[in-house]
């Protein structure tokens, strides 16, 4: 029940996550070609992205103590982890890209905050971003791909 609970959480910051980075890019991009001013927005915004990541790596870490999760396996299979796709793809792979992309993110934040002139503040903050998300984008376990999950879990189905 508690796991079905963080599961739940997990699929649905998935989305906060995500709006959270394309409202970072949107002003890092929007800032760097419109030739705009640095504001306390721009900032809050990528903020608020590297938030967003920073508390789905807590919910992630947490399904390492849960007993029903597939991390659990991490402590004691590791090997038939390794040897299975999908066991190996959430216990190593997705955490491990997902904790990149939460480290680019923070960098991204912390260059844009020293840049010296606002241009290059936008310009930081839009690359850095960009490559979080496509980092971040490529280990969501969408659907359509060998891992998938639903789009939307509710907490009480499977
Ligand atoms: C370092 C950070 C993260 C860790 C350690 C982590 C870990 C995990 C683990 C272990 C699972 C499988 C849980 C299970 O089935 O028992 C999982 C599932 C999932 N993760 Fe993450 N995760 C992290 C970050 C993220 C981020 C940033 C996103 C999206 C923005 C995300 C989206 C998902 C989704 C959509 C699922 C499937 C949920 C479901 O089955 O409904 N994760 N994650």
Request: aromatic residues 14%; charged residues 15%; glycine residues 6%.
């Amino acid at each position: 029940m508690v796991y079905l609970a963080i599961l739940t959480l997990h699929n649905l910051m998935r989305w906060v996550t995500l709006v959270a980075a394309i409202w970072a890019l949107y002003r890092a991009y929007r800032g760097w070609f419109g030739r705009r001013p640095w504001t306390p927005a721009d900032q809050r915004a990528g903020r608020w992205f590297a938030l967003a990541l920073s508390l789905q790596l807590l919910i992630g870490g947490v399904f390492y103590c849960l007993p029903d999760s597939v991390a659990q396996l991490a402590w004691t299979n590791l090997n038939v982890v390794m040897r299975e796709p999908s066991l190996r793809f959430f216990v190593v792979e997705h955490s491990v890209q997902m904790f990149v992309a939460l480290s680019l993110t923070h960098l991204g934040s912390a260059l844009a905050r020293r840049g010296r002139q606002d241009a290059d503040r936008h310009r930081r903050a839009a690359l850095l971003f960009s490559v979080s998300l496509l980092i971040a984008f490529a280990a969501i376990p969408w659907p359509w791909t060998p891992h998938e999950r639903p789009l939307v879990r509710l907490g009480w189905k499977w």
